[in-house]
């Protein structure tokens, strides 16, 4: 079955960085555009980070370029998000979701997709 695995989330001081991982099963995440879509309590859903599905190309929200980077490993069938330079906004529940439609996750709309993960908390603060 198709499933999505986040993990890495934690706890982490203004300015430290993490590396957030979602593993893929069901699917090969070099065949659908992979993103990273985050939840502040209270708050819509709003898109980080998406990588293409075909050529790897990559987009990132206003917010995240120049601090976050998504990479995949095709081998490993598994897609990262590191984060350096964190802040307080940055906090909350990191989402990995799946879709064949690149508009449809990464258009900084509302972010839609056919399958997403459980989510891992990230939490920024001093």
């Known amino acids: 079955q198709v499933q999505l695995v986040e993990s890495g989330g934690g706890l982490v001081q203004p300015g430290g960085s993490l590396r957030l991982s979602c593993s893929a099963s069901?699917?090969?995440?070099?065949?659908?555009?992979i993103g990273w879509v985050r939840q502040a309590p209270g708050k819509e859903r709003e898109g980080v980070s998406c990588?293409?599905?075909?050529?790897?190309?990559?987009s990132y929200a206003d917010s995240a370029k120049g601090r976050f980077t998504i990479s995949r490993d095709n081998a490993k069938n598994t897609v990262y998000l590191q984060m350096n330079s964190l802040k307080p906004e940055d906090t909350g529940v990191y989402y990995c979701?799946?879709?064949?439609?690149?508009?449809?996750?990464?258009?900084?709309?509302?972010?839609?997709?056919?399958?997403w993960g459980q989510g891992t908390q990230v939490t920024v603060s001093s």
């Open positions: 979701a799946g879709d064949p439609d690149p508009f449809r996750l990464c258009s900084d709309g509302r972010p839609e997709a056919d399958y």
């Open positions: 069901g699917f090969t995440v070099d065949a659908y555009v």
């Open positions: 990588i293409s599905s075909i050529d790897g190309s990559t």
